[in-house]
Structure formats: C-alpha cells, structure tokens
C-alpha cells in the first residue's frame, strides 16, 4: 500500500511540475507583447474644429493602422517615443502669420514645441482647407505647421502637386508645392479617402517609418 501511494504521490508532483513548466513557458512568449516599444513608430496627431480635420487623420489611420490623437491630448513623452510624425490641422484664422489654426495646436507650436528636441524625427504634415470660400489663405495652417516643425530641424515628407485644386494662394505652398497633403471637405470630400491613400503610399516610399 505504501508503494502504491509512493508511485500516486510521485505522478501526482510529476504532472505539477509539468504544468507549471507549461505555464511558465506560455507566459515567457506573451509577456513581451505586454510591452510597448517606439520603435519604428508613428504618431498621428490631429486638431479639428468642424470635424473635418479628424475625418482626414481617420483616413490616414486607416492605411498606418496607429490610433490618431488629439494634440491637447498628447504628453510630450509620447511625441518623442515616435520615430516619425504625421500632424494636421484646420486653417480658422486666415490671414495670420501665427496661431492659423484656431485650435490646440495654436498654443502648443508656442509653449510646448519650442522645448522639445525632436530634430531626429521625420515629419509630414496634413491640413483642411475650403478652397471655395477661403481661395487666398486655402489651408494656410499646414504651412505653419510645416516650418515650425522644420526649423526645430525635422525631416520632413510629403510635399503635394497642387494639380486639382482651384485657389488663389496659400501659405503651405512651397517651391510650387504643397508641403503636405492637403484636403477640402467642404467641396472635395470625395476625393479625400483616395488622397489620403496616395499620400500614405508616397510616405513609404520617402522613408516614413511605417
């Protein structure tokens, strides 16, 4: 009888220890995605108004696959755990050399970006516009964005031809381009899914981190 209960007891510690070998290695393959790294990452960072520049940063995220991010919402520890970033805003204050958007990121261009050293980032830039209504300031904010954040000595990505807009002037022209993309949902909206997707792909290829 003793030799019997010897031999259970033995099975019984035997089938333990398997089982706690099992876990134990089960866990050693899961614990690492519990872990977030930055590496090659993006953030899309965003601030609207309307609605408008939120649809657009929607469409972008459906192609990178990253959740978008209200700039008031972001810590500055997160914009520098990315390794490449995408912002967009809308143009409300036309005419104006400084705080063109109307938004969030009217503040945090002035108080916040000036303290931050993001010269190793890469950067493209997205803005919303209405060409009808606004043809002499279209979407001037995505050109506020574009050389802030190139002169804290960003790489930055994206330029746009302007082939397929009908406006006057606008402060995110550059060399005869537009410096990011720039979308119209006020009377283009439909082409703006398509834009966004071109504009990924193009992204890509310029070395975006994606």
């Given at each position: 009888?003793?030799?019997?209960?010897?031999?259970?007891?033995?099975?019984?510690?035997?089938?333990?220890?398997?089982?706690?070998?099992?876990?134990?290695?089960?866990?050693?393959?899961?614990?690492?995605?519990?872990?977030?790294?930055?590496?090659?990452?993006?953030?899309?960072?965003?601030?609207?108004?309307?609605?408008?520049?939120?649809?657009?940063a929607g469409y972008?995220?459906?192609?990178?696959?990253?959740?978008?991010?209200?700039?008031?919402?972001?810590?500055?520890?997160?914009?520098?755990?990315?390794?490449?970033?995408?912002?967009?805003?809308?143009?409300?204050?036309?005419?104006?050399?400084?705080?063109?958007?109307?938004?969030?990121?009217?503040?945090?261009?002035?108080?916040?970006?000036?303290?931050?050293?993001?010269?190793?980032?890469?950067?493209?830039?997205?803005?919303?516009?209405?060409?009808?209504?606004?043809?002499?300031?279209?979407?001037?904010?995505?050109?506020?964005?574009?050389?802030?954040?190139?002169?804290?000595?960003?790489?930055?990505?994206?330029?746009?031809?302007?082939?397929?807009?009908?406006?006057?002037?606008?402060?995110?022209?550059?060399?005869?381009?537009f410096v990011g993309?720039?979308?119209?949902?006020?009377?283009?909206?439909?082409?703006?899914?398509?834009?966004?997707?071109?504009?990924?792909?193009?992204?890509?290829?310029?070395?975006?981190?994606?």
């Amino acid at each position: 009888e003793n030799l019997v209960t010897l031999k259970f007891n033995m099975m019984i510690a035997t089938a333990v220890l398997a089982l706690a070998g099992s876990a134990h290695g089960f866990a050693g393959v899961a614990q690492p995605r519990s872990f977030a790294t930055s590496l090659n990452s993006v953030g899309i960072y965003y601030s609207s108004s309307t609605g408008n520049t939120e649809t657009v940063a929607g469409y972008i995220s459906e192609e990178i696959g990253v959740d978008i991010v209200d700039i008031s919402d972001a810590s500055d520890e997160e914009i520098l755990a990315h390794d490449g970033l995408i912002v967009g805003a809308p143009t409300w204050n036309t005419g104006e050399d400084e705080q063109r958007s109307g938004t969030s990121w009217d503040d945090w261009l002035y108080d916040t970006l000036p303290d931050l050293d993001i010269g190793d980032k890469k950067v493209a830039v997205f803005g919303c516009g209405d060409q009808a209504s606004y043809s002499d300031n279209f979407a001037d904010a995505a050109g506020e964005l574009h050389d802030l954040f190139s002169a804290k000595g960003c790489t930055m990505l994206g330029m746009t031809s302007t082939d397929g807009y009908e406006h006057d002037d606008s402060k995110a022209m550059k060399d005869g381009k537009f410096v990011g993309a720039i979308f119209d949902e006020d009377n283009q909206y439909e082409l703006s899914e398509d834009r966004a997707k071109a504009w990924v792909a193009q992204l890509k290829k310029e070395g975006m981190p994606l």
